[in-house]
């Protein structure tokens, strides 16, 4: 009688401790969480290549006097040819501009040939490295700088495009929140067809967003983790989209053992005895992933490596404690109207994955063959991805910045409107300068302010921005000026591919690795983690082959975003791997329990494939999220994420996977003991036979 009454108040004590805690480790979180936009940092200097030339310009540049200087580009511009009256505007608003503000040098007017525009260059110490300071300096010489009556004044250049970018990210956070918590709702409401089921995981994810909004400004107080609008807004992602994966799997395992067992409470430990150890591999899987971003060189992808663990691992605790209490503590209520009756059996129908299952059964290896085809004609279309991305491409809007760089191309499509900055040793100097001055594509060299040992010089070439010629001079300045740094915004892109292109050499093979690794240990064979691990690259290599046939045709992107590659490999080979898994490990299960291999994996896929195709829809929407933020390289993530993930959820895992389960049998856990026919000895078990 103590014994059961001891049970019966540990039911009742365990839920409520859980919850106490919560709150209390919330609590704690909270005063952090509220600081992480502070600490939010999106200057160049954030995303850019941590070894590279551009890099250390602007290291150097915010240790001169002054600090950091911001750049902007003054034009003015009529269609039918600029005014005498015009001129007199632009020289008194310029006037009026160096009277308010700390200015390096007296901006001085260069009119183009056509007679059509007037571009100030103007340049400021004023901000220095705070970035409010700045955006409030390019929003004041806006302000000073209007037209009117067919006049049309524009503020560009780097420091107002900076602004620009900066306005955009800030706007991201409450829009992003908020849109994908909306999209989660509706797909958990359409999912469990209940009115009040939806709300617990949506709540507890939700909080483990806001617990990962504290740690993530801990590790960046602590450690220095770079912290990016771009991060942030993965790691909500991340949390919604992961966490919510991982609800649906204990939900409906958690249903299914309510079926067979009468209390809650003990429903809900065998529910995670069966599925825990799946979540957490999954969920480990994926850290370990987007942790091998720490081996990138480029700031804004090794900054996201930690954020998005922290994402994932949030939502991993959320969803395996606060979750489970709270649904014992709602019993069965909670899944009202469709309860699960103790006893009962759920309603035996047609499903599409059994179907899938059929047909995988009866051909095999047509299926393989007929989905490797699919993919591979899928991946062709990667070749007509558009060119790297150019600054004045990268929003899908068109801000103030942009529209006075486009008028500037046009205007002067001969001349350099982008300064290039070079910071050269104070003592070799001149001899620098005159080294510049003679390198082809060189329009103008100046000597600039002096600091630290250090001499800025500004240098202006012939050529356009980004354009080949002007990389070419770029380039060519680096291999003339020894012991001297070249930046500046183009360097700065020129830097982000180069060091893309070398992150995804060293971080692609460490990423296979590391989930071949886990896997091998997981599922104790050396096939099944291979055949998961191809599906996984043949889908990251379709999904790019769908953004290449409708990111220039469709979206109309001018460009690609260096660093899509590397990314949308990290997250499709970590996220992949995690339906991987539930399949596996319930394929696994079904065989430990005798099933016969065939049997075992169409077993799984009828337990699993409707859990998968739930958390497949709920991850693919939640990127999807990013097709709508107004930055060309989000977008571009964020779709091809989604395709990735879909095509995992309704091709490979639920159909290919199973399908390759089918044909290899027994072979698929070679060399683990599930390889081997029952009875069969294992190989040390052999005996020489005696001789007579």
């Known amino acids: 009688m103590g014994a059961k009454k001891t049970g019966a108040g540990r039911r009742r004590a365990v839920p409520w401790l859980v919850l106490g805690l919560w709150i209390a480790v919330l609590a704690i979180a909270a005063p952090f969480a509220a600081k992480l936009g502070d600490v939010q940092r999106d200057r160049a200097v954030d995303y850019l290549p941590a070894s590279a030339d551009s890099t250390q310009v602007a290291k150097i540049q915010e240790q001169l006097p002054g600090g950091e200087t911001t750049e902007m580009v003054l034009v003015y511009h009529r269609d039918a040819g600029l005014t005498a009256a015009d001129r007199t505007t632009a020289a008194r608003q310029v006037a009026e501009i160096a009277a308010a503000h700390e200015l390096t040098a007296r901006p001085t007017g260069i009119p183009s040939q056509d007679g059509t525009t007037l571009m100030y260059p103007v340049a400021s110490t004023e901000p220095g490295t705070d970035e409010k300071a700045r955006d409030a300096l390019v929003n004041d010489v806006r302000d000073i700088a209007r037209g009117g009556d067919g006049l049309s004044v524009k503020v560009g250049g780097s420091g107002a495009l900076a602004t620009d970018a900066s306005e955009v990210y800030d706007s991201l956070d409450g829009p992003l929140l908020y849109t994908t918590a909306g999209v989660v709702a509706l797909l958990l409401i359409l999912i469990y067809r209940s009115p009040f089921l939806w709300l617990v995981p949506l709540a507890v994810a939700g909080l483990a967003d806001y617990l990962s909004m504290g740690v993530a400004y801990g590790l960046n107080q602590t450690f220095g983790t770079a912290v990016s609008g771009q991060s942030s807004g993965i790691m909500t992602i991340l949390v919604f989209g992961v966490g919510t994966d991982y609800a649906l799997l204990l939900v409906s395992r958690y249903r299914e053992e309510l079926r067979r067992i009468e209390r809650p409470y003990d429903a809900m430990l065998a529910a995670l005895r069966g599925c825990g150890p799946a979540v957490l591999a999954s969920s480990g899987t994926v850290a370990a992933g987007l942790l091998c971003l720490l081996a990138a060189d480029l700031n804004s992808s090794r900054g996201m490596g930690p954020l998005g663990t922290v994402g994932v691992l949030c939502a991993l605790a959320a969803m395996l404690t606060l979750l489970p209490a709270l649904l014992v503590l709602l019993g069965r209520r909670v899944f009202w109207p469709l309860v699960p009756r103790y006893g009962s059996s759920p309603k035996a129908r047609r499903s599409l994955f059994a179907a899938m299952g059929g047909s995988a059964e009866r051909r095999p290896r047509t299926v393989l063959v007929g989905g490797a085809v699919l993919l591979g004609a899928l991946a062709l279309g990667a070749f007509a991805l558009p060119g790297n991305l150019k600054q004045e491409d990268t929003f899908t809007t068109r801000p103030d910045a942009i529209a006075a760089m486009e008028t500037l191309a046009d205007a002067y499509p001969e001349r350099g409107s982008q300064p290039i900055s070079v910071i050269a040793p104070t003592d ?184 998968i195709a739930s958390a497949g829809l709920v991850l693919a929407a939640t990127f999807a999220v990013l097709v709508n933020m107004p930055l060309v390289q989000l977008v571009e993530l964020g779709f091809v994420i989604a395709v990735g993930v879909l095509l995992d959820t309704f091709l490979v895992r639920t159909y290919l996977v199973t399908s390759a389960s089918v044909a290899l049998r027994r072979r698929v856990w070679w060399p683990g003991r599930l390889s081997r026919e029952p009875g069969r000895p294992a190989p040390d078990e052999v005996r020489e036979p005696l001789g007579v």
């Open 428 to 611: 070799r100097a001149e001899a620098a300068l005159t080294a510049i001055r003679a390198t082809e594509g060189v329009e103008s060299a100046e000597a600039g302010r002096s600091g630290g040992g250090w001499t800025e010089l500004t240098v202006l070439a012939s050529a356009p921005p980004q354009s080949a010629a002007e990389t070419a001079t770029v380039e060519a300045l680096r291999d003339t000026l020894d012991g001297s740094y070249v930046g500046g915004p183009s360097a700065e892109q020129i830097d982000l591919e180069d060091t893309n292109a070398r992150d995804t050499a060293i971080v692609v093979p460490i990423v296979l690795l590391s989930v071949l690794l886990i896997l091998t240990v997981l599922l104790r064979s050396l096939v099944a983690p291979l055949i998961l691990v191809a599906a996984v690259v043949a889908v990251w290599g379709a999904a790019l082959g769908v953004g290449g046939l409708v990111f220039g045709p469709l979206f109309g992107f001018e460009g690609t975003d260096p660093g899509l590659g590397l990314l949308s490999f990290v997250f499709l080979v970590a996220l992949g791997v995690d339906y991987g898994i539930f399949l596996m490990h319930r394929m696994r299960e079904e065989a430990l329990k005798g099933a016969e291999p065939t049997r075992a994996a169409l077993a799984a896929l009828r337990a699993t494939g409707g859990v």
